[in-house]
């Protein structure tokens, strides 16, 4: 069968629009001779909806949107259609939608597949709104059998996952049936996979590697078309591809942009059928090479900014530049993902601001090719100061009157934003988010903490990658000791470990769940360290709960798939 994958970016209820968007790919599926056409899971609605589920009014538009996808395939030669989209129960108990899998022939919808695993962990909460499938069962595209899955269905092969999530598996349950089929639709097996699957470091290699393994076991050729573009915090990389029965990758899309990808399965042959156990599948969850790693996380930041602004209706953004680092990556990717037209450098040096500081920043918007203006903030922070001199007055210096800075920044930084329409991008890091080494309604205030998801160093390597061809970055920021240059020789070791010290703790102990006993003996630090870093960890949770979105591109970002209790003891 000729198979085309259609990797689309859709927006979350813009149902005119993601229709168009249908549209189009479903023609030129049918100029590149396809037979059928996949898209992604909730192609109509987009992914996630979350709680715009709980309208009705939300879900009848989706179904109004499916049933003109219907209409696509009607006419002599067009191809079938597999989408996703909500769909109401028929069935009068439980929950009042299901996520399905709509086959389409002939202007009709013929067959409905229903999702029956519902991801209830990090960022997923489909259990909340979905109904599950009871059952799964074949289906037949042009006079072949093909056994059609949503997403999480496919990821729960015992013989992959060390530990399975749910106590079905719906793979094996359509194998079953497979076997008793009759001749001539008991021939090549295919399984459809439609997904919506988040973007992690390393993601792409555990699908594949993992529908690898699921070819592998049912001897199978294994098709999974993927969502790209980004909602809110999380990116979708898509990189669809298709698996022959023997494991191999033999067709793939490009990721992190929309994309059509046409093969044939019939070539593929019928593989060998060995099981692959977890322990040969499962690996090492990295990417294979440290740069490529590198420039994936570069493309997911980058579509992430593009997405969230543009889907929010907005073009231009606003960076606090002070010279340092985080704040040069965050303009080099709003550059990269806005153009350098749509990006404006606001430097807002105090009295503690160093010269280097202000020409590195400088330097840096006539390096990106953006507008930067300045506005000191010395004489509002001595307006400030002079207002709380009754209540500060026979106090030391200190935390207080550090803090006054960033916030007098962040107040400029909004006033412009109310002004000019553009929103303002954070630029906060993960390592500082971790510890609380940032500023409530300061340097944290924004609409999108473009870094959030990415430590200290890794803002350093990615830093050291955009630099790659030409000095963008000023070298001198690349150098300079980091410091939040808010009283006298200030440097962030004064707080915080040297971030190549901090970030494998906070690492282990954010991803991995480590207990503090676990990092010391993996990781050769002191407990009194490890158990400082932990308690700075826990006390900045209710800044965190106020922090803008977060880019996320590790396996545990901050946000919506990390949920924890503000007022709580921590004893573990």
């Given at each position: 069968m000729r198979i085309a994958l259609a990797q689309i970016n859709p927006t979350v209820g813009d149902f005119s629009g993601n229709l168009r968007k249908i549209a189009e790919f479903v023609e030129r599926a049918a100029a590149e001779g396809a037979a059928l056409v996949m898209f992604p899971e909730l192609a109509t609605c987009g992914y996630p909806p979350a709680d715009l589920l709980e309208k009705e009014s939300f879900v009848k538009r989706a179904e109004e949107t499916l049933a003109a996808v219907a209409?696509?395939?009607?006419?002599?030669?067009?191809?079938?259609?597999?989408?996703?989209?909500?769909?109401?129960?028929?069935?009068?108990?439980?929950?009042r939608v299901r996520n399905v899998a709509a086959l389409m022939e002939d202007g009709e919808i013929k067959f409905v597949q229903q999702k029956m695993l519902l991801p209830f962990y990090d960022v997923f909460d489909e259990q909340r709104y979905f109904e599950p499938a009871k059952n799964q069962a074949l289906s037949v595209v042009n006079w072949k059998a093909v056994a059609i899955t949503i997403c999480e269905d496919a990821w729960n092969d015992k013989m992959f996952w060390p530990r399975q999530m749910y106590p079905v598996d719906p793979i094996e349950e359509l194998m079953r049936q497979w076997a008793v089929l009759p001749q001539p639709l008991s021939g090549h097996r295919l399984i459809l996979n439609i997904s919506a699957s988040p973007f992690w470091?390393?993601?792409?290699?555990?699908?594949?590697?993992?529908?690898?393994?699921?070819?592998?076991?049912?001897?199978?050729?294994?098709?999974?078309?993927?969502?790209?573009?980004?909602?809110?915090?999380?990116?979708?990389?898509?990189?669809?591809?298709?698996?022959?029965?023997?494991?191999?990758?033999?067709?793939?899309?490009?990721?992190?942009?929309?994309?059509?990808?046409?093969?044939?399965?019939?070539?593929?042959?019928?593989?060998?059928?060995?099981?692959?156990?977890?322990?040969?599948?499962?690996?090492?969850?990295?990417?294979?090479?440290?740069?490529?790693?590198?420039?994936?996380?570069?493309?997911?930041?980058?579509?992430?900014?593009?997405?969230?602004?543009?889907?929010?209706?907005?073009?231009?953004?606003?960076?606090?530049?002070?010279?340092?680092?985080?704040?040069?990556?965050?303009?080099?990717?709003?550059?990269?993902?806005?153009?350098?037209?749509?990006?404006?450098?606001?430097?807002?040096?105090?009295?503690?601001?160093?010269?280097?500081?202000?020409?590195?920043?400088?330097?840096?918007?006539?390096?990106?090719?953006?507008?930067?203006?300045?506005?000191?903030?010395?004489?509002?922070?001595?307006?400030?100061?002079?207002?709380?001199?009754?209540?500060?007055?026979?106090?030391?210096?200190?935390?207080?009157?550090?803090?006054?800075?960033?916030?007098?920044?962040?107040?400029?930084?909004?006033?412009?934003?109310?002004?000019?329409?553009?929103?303002?991008?954070?630029?906060?890091?993960?390592?500082?988010?971790?510890?609380?080494?940032?500023?409530?309604?300061?340097?944290?205030?924004?609409?999108?903490?473009?870094?959030?998801?990415?430590?200290?160093?890794?803002?350093?390597?990615?830093?050291?990658?955009?630099?790659?061809?030409?000095?963008?970055?000023?070298?001198?920021?690349?150098?300079?000791?980091?410091?939040?240059?808010?009283?006298?020789?200030?440097?962030?070791?004064?707080?915080?470990?040297?971030?190549?010290?901090l970030d494998p703790i906070v690492r282990a102990y954010i991803e991995d769940y480590r207990s503090a006993e676990e990092i010391v003996r993996s990781q050769g630090v002191e407990l009194e360290l490890v158990r400082k870093v932990i308690r700075l960890v826990e006390l900045s949770e209710y800044k965190r709960q106020q922090a803008a979105p977060v880019l996320k591109v590790s396996r545990k970002s901050f946000g919506m798939g990390r949920r924890f209790p503000i007022a709580a003891r921590r004893e573990v």
């Open positions: 209409e696509l395939t009607r006419g002599e030669g067009r191809p079938a259609v597999l989408c996703g989209s909500p769909m109401r129960c028929e069935s009068s108990s439980g929950k470091h390393g993601k792409l290699e555990v699908r594949q590697r993992m529908i690898g393994a699921l070819a592998k076991r049912h001897r199978a050729t294994v098709v999974m078309v993927n969502q790209v573009g980004a909602n809110d915090s999380l990116i979708f990389d898509g990189g669809s591809f298709a698996v022959r029965p023997d494991g191999e990758v033999f067709a793939q899309a490009n990721s992190f942009v929309e994309d059509l990808l046409v093969f044939e399965t019939e070539e593929q042959g019928v593989g060998s059928g060995v099981e692959s156990s977890a322990a040969e599948t499962l690996g090492n969850e990295s990417d294979a090479g440290g740069e490529d790693r590198v420039e994936k996380t570069w493309q997911a930041l980058v579509l992430g900014t593009r997405d969230y602004l543009s889907k929010c209706g907005f073009r231009k953004a606003i960076v606090g530049l002070s010279g340092g680092i985080d704040s040069a990556l965050v303009a080099a990717i709003a550059v990269e993902a806005l153009g350098a037209e749509n990006v404006r450098g606001i430097g807002m040096p105090s009295e503690f601001s160093s010269t280097g500081s202000v020409t590195d920043a400088e330097k840096l918007a006539q390096n990106l090719g953006i507008a930067f203006s300045t506005v000191p903030i010395r004489a509002i922070y001595e307006e400030f100061s002079t207002s709380l001199e009754p209540f500060f007055k026979g106090t030391e210096f200190g935390l207080a009157e550090e803090n006054l800075q960033p916030r007098i920044r962040g107040s400029l930084l909004m006033a412009l934003s109310n002004k000019t329409g553009a929103l303002v991008l954070t630029t906060g890091n993960k390592s500082e988010m971790a510890c609380g080494y940032c500023t409530l309604y300061g340097d944290m205030v924004g609409a999108l903490a473009v870094i959030g998801d990415v430590y200290k160093t890794e803002v350093y390597e990615l830093s050291r990658w955009v630099n790659r061809e030409r000095e963008v970055i000023p070298e001198d920021t690349l150098t300079k000791s980091p410091s939040a240059e808010l009283r006298p020789g200030q440097k962030d070791t004064d707080s915080l470990p040297p971030y190549d010290v």
